[in-house]
């Protein structure tokens, strides 16, 4: 039967930048980022009389469900569909949404309250960044207030909505992977201690130029701050990604996009997707039709989207669809 059903989609992020990687205050990380409509990892699942599990990322959503299955001692086998998948290691969250909507795809099925920010902790993710957790329950800008003593994700400390009518260009670049697993925790370790002067600017930034611009909509403030806090952070993270941006095409793509009008030029994590924002879907348009003219986008995909404003959407069978938080 339909009702039966549970498909849950999950929104990407951008991670926007760090305020503290080196935690002078006590708290490590924190962090601003933003929910996109698209990519989205979608998943669905039934009851069934045994496992299954197909589609992209199958074996990693399989681990997510048995050991989400352990933790709420569900014995019932699962048919389990991933439907649609962010690229994985490239910088989206594709690994924390993934969990996560496996995580809530169980609960909504087995009649169990929703509690994102605990089963990251269950599945290992958010041991830096709330804002994986945070947009599976609410869209929009949002920071994190960075890693203290809890076992949790980092607390929520402010969200606000993405402008209606700006777009996201995203820079995608095929032929890279960012750091992940093993090699992003050695990269971590590398890196020397983040300045408290290079923090509290940041902080600056984010609390007195990008949230303001953000509720005023203006795409100037917000976009340079963003900038410059993509150009300390990632002059930190510089030595052990090989620059301010993990691919060279993608770093190149982004120098044309901010020299033809684009705002607040960045990567996302460890990349190597790119990103940038304009006011317009006209004009967002309009940026990615000079950049592909100028040659500069070869071998690269290139994506105009929104930002998302709400969660994870589960929905039950055909029709009944639910918010996250609903």
């Given amino acids: ?111 169990r309250e929703q509690d994102p920010a605990g089963d990251a902790a269950r599945l290992g993710r958010g041991a830096r960044s709330g804002l994986g957790a945070a947009f599976v329950s609410h869209g929009g800008v949002a920071v994190d207030g960075g890693k203290g003593d809890s076992q949790l ?54 609390l007195l130029k990008a949230l303001p611009g953000l509720a005023e909509a203006d795409i100037g403030a917000f976009g340079s701050a963003i900038a410059a806090i993509q150009e300390m952070v990632g002059g930190h993270f510089a030595a052990a990604q090989g620059g301010i941006f993990t691919s060279p095409r993608v770093a190149a793509a982004c120098a044309a996009l901010a020299a033809d009008g684009a705002h607040g030029i960045g990567q996302s994590s460890w990349g190597p997707t790119g990103f940038a924002f304009a006011e317009s879907e006209r004009e967002a348009k309009r940026l990615v039709e000079r950049l592909r003219a100028g040659g500069t986008a070869e071998r690269l995909d290139l994506r105009v989207v929104c930002g998302r404003n709400h969660g994870a959407l589960i929905e039950r069978g055909a029709a009944h669809r639910l918010n996250a938080t609903g």
Avoid at 25 to 37: E, H, N, P, V
Avoid at 99 to 108: D, F, N, S
Avoid at 166 to 175: F, M
């Fill in 153 to 206: 994700p980092p607390p929520l400390i402010a969200r606000l909505p993405f402008p209606e009518a700006w777009r996201v260009i995203l820079v995608l670049d095929p032929n890279v992977e960012g750091f992940h697993g093993r090699d992003e925790l050695d990269a971590f370790a590398a890196l020397p201690i983040f300045p408290e002067s290079g923090a509290a600017e940041i902080c600056r930034l984010v």
């Fill in 1 to 111: 039967m339909t009702d039966d059903v549970v498909t849950v989609s999950a929104p990407a992020r951008l991670h926007l930048g760090f305020l503290d990687p080196g935690g002078s205050l006590g708290r490590k990380f924190g962090g601003i980022g933003l929910a996109l409509d698209q990519p989205t990892t979608r998943v669905s699942l039934r009851r069934s009389a045994r496992d299954t599990i197909t589609g992209p990322e199958a074996e990693r959503a399989a681990q997510h469900l048995e050991t989400m299955r352990r933790m709420l001692s569900i014995r019932a086998a699962h048919g389990l569909a991933v439907e649609e998948a962010i690229p994985a290691h490239s910088g989206l969250g594709s690994g924390t949404q993934l969990a996560l909507a496996v995580a809530m795809a169980l609960r909504a099925l087995e009649g």
